[in-house]
């Protein structure tokens, strides 16, 4: 496997990319705090800006500090996922009071899913740099880890394993996405023994290019999992086995991964209008339908001949959106990669 070199580039891409959007930070500093209080999105999705969400939170100052993923407990708490290694993991309340935080020693932490059951609540943190998922309770204490699968023929050449983030089906089956790899897609047991895999690069309807999120989807009368293939701006849905259902594309948002709330999917847009453009985030709204119904931070959603228009952001609000987590008021909290490590921002839901 050639993990190593692809690590290193990406380090190298990430480096680059902070520095290339740094100075934008500090001349839309001051149009981003003008919006604190302002309303974005659009038809019943509306929202009022909080900026000063969590802003009493204090910790060392870092500017290279992401905020990856985020996931809400039944408690109500929203856990944030950063690559910190000194706070892995913060929690918060819902006013953004900061409950407490730990650590795992990460130094690439990426994705957080959260698997709910009748009796306990579990994390999955997936860190890129270690190649290893982690299953860890609330509190820090991991209970298993899913390492690289080397044993796999499809990493025995020049093919780099850099997984991103996790999906867990009610089964407790786990799908783990090499995002940052070759976008496979790799189905393990509750037990974390290898299932299958499916996806890959490529130009076919199902292949999947930068499987960056991954999500499980229950809105329907089975559960199927939904893939970001980011390079593509595009949402695939397949079966549990990793048969290919249908694309959902979204030009102009390139979405990191989709978070569903109810009857509608959510989505971090990183970078919008052109792939990397720099300082370009919003968030995107999809009905059952596949329907973008808001845009918050972005434009208003236009369709012509059945198809949305290319997106783009509208409002300087979001750098580089990379997750959303939605509580039981649809309240929506946003958190960023290279945004010089601000704390996520809370969408208030105008009913």
């Known amino acids: 496997m050639s993990s190593v070199n692809g690590l290193r580039k990406l380090e190298q891409m990430d480096k680059m990319a902070k520095v290339i959007a740094r100075g934008k930070h500090f001349v839309g500093r001051n149009r981003r705090d003008k919006l604190h209080g302002s309303l974005v999105g659009h038809n019943q999705f509306l929202y009022r800006v909080d900026l000063n969400w969590a802003s009493g939170i204090e910790l060392t100052p870092d500017s290279s500090r992401d905020h990856h993923e985020m996931v809400i407990s039944k408690a109500g708490h929203i856990y944030v996922l950063t690559n910190d290694f000194r706070n892995n993991i913060l929690i918060l309340d819902p006013s953004g009071e900061l409950i407490d935080t730990w650590t795992l020693g990460l130094e690439a932490a990426h994705g957080l899913t959260i698997s709910h059951s009748e009796d306990e609540e579990m994390l999955f943190i997936t860190d890129y740099k270690t190649q290893t998922v982690y299953k860890t309770t609330l509190w820090g204490q991991i209970l298993m880890r899913i390492r690289a699968p080397e044993f796999l023929d499809i990493y025995s050449g020049s093919s780099a394993?850099?997984?991103?983030?996790?999906a867990v089906s009610k089964n407790g089956d786990v799908y783990v996405a090499d995002g940052y790899g070759s976008s496979y897609i790799i189905q393990y047991d509750v037990e974390g023994r290898y299932i299958s895999h499916f996806g890959g690069r490529g130009e076919d309807e199902e292949s999947v290019n930068s499987s960056h999120g991954i999500a499980i989807?229950?809105?329907?009368?089975?559960?199927?999992?939904?893939?970001?293939?980011?390079?593509?701006?595009?949402i695939k849905r397949f079966t549990l086995c990793g048969d290919y259902i249908e694309s959902i594309n979204i030009p102009g948002a390139y979405m990191c991964r989709p978070v569903i709330h109810g009857e509608n999917l959510y989505a971090a847009v990183c970078w919008s209008d052109k792939l990397y453009a720099p300082n370009t985030g919003f968030v995107t709204i999809l009905n059952r339908d596949n329907v973008v119904v808001s845009n918050p931070g972005g434009i208003g959603p236009e369709y012509v001949d059945g198809k949305v228009r290319k997106l783009r952001q509208e409002v300087p609000l979001f750098s580089h959106c990379h997750d959303v987590c939605v509580d039981n008021d649809e309240n929506v909290y946003v958190c960023e990669w290279n945004a010089s490590g601000r704390l996520p921002v809370k969408l208030v839901r105008l009913h």
């Not at 394993?161 to 996790?166: A, I, K, R, S, V």
């Not at 009368?221 to 390079?231: D, F």
């Open 161 to 166: 394993y850099l997984p991103t983030g996790t």
């Open 217 to 234: 989807d229950s809105r329907g009368a089975e559960q199927t999992l939904l893939v970001t293939s980011r390079e593509d701006a595009c």
